[in-house]
């Protein structure tokens, strides 16, 4: 985390606002909204999947630290902080710690990452940990809708 200037990424972020649309690994289409909250101290991200299912992640500053809190359909909340900003411009965070998760080889979120290729596309890569702590990576790009 040292060297990032996380305040800055958070308002890069911010950029996202608006309807996402992507086909994710299944062949299903995965639509996401971005909108600010909370007076712009939050950057909420609401998913729709295909089979009626949603989520949220909701993305904020913790004094000069970026955070992250997934509230997941299987009904854990992992959180994450931004670990590393690669030269390219992916955005790593990394699994901090969540409510409702009674052992780490359960089923979770444990690590994602973004990507803003352009103003209109955005690639994102989440890892999950899986029955028996298996390691599952799916990644998803999504197109702004509206343009």
């Known amino acids: ?11 890069s972020l911010k950029k996202l606002v608006g309807d996402w649309r992507g086909i994710n690994e299944a062949g299903e289409p995965v639509l996401v909204n971005y909108r600010m909250s909370a007076n712009d101290s939050t ?5 729709t999947f295909a089979n009626g299912m949603d989520a949220l992640t909701m993305f904020h500053m913790n004094g000069e630290t970026l955070m ?16 590393t900003q690669t030269p390219s411009g992916f955005l790593k965070f990394e699994f901090l710690d969540a409510t409702n998760l009674a ?3 359960d089923p ?6 973004m990507h803003m290729i352009d103003a209109d596309t955005l690639e994102r890569t989440e890892t999950y940990v899986e029955e028996a702590g298996e390691l599952d990576v799916n990644g998803t790009v999504f197109h702004r809708l509206g343009n």
């Open 68 to 83: 992250a809190t997934h509230f997941c359909p299987i009904g854990n909340q992992p959180r994450f902080v931004l670990e």
């Open 108 to 113: 979770h979120g444990h690590a994602f990452e």
């Open 1 to 11: 985390m040292a060297g990032l200037d996380h305040t800055d990424i958070f308002e």
């Open 103 to 105: 052992d780490l080889k």
């Open 43 to 47: 950057l909420v991200e609401s998913w």
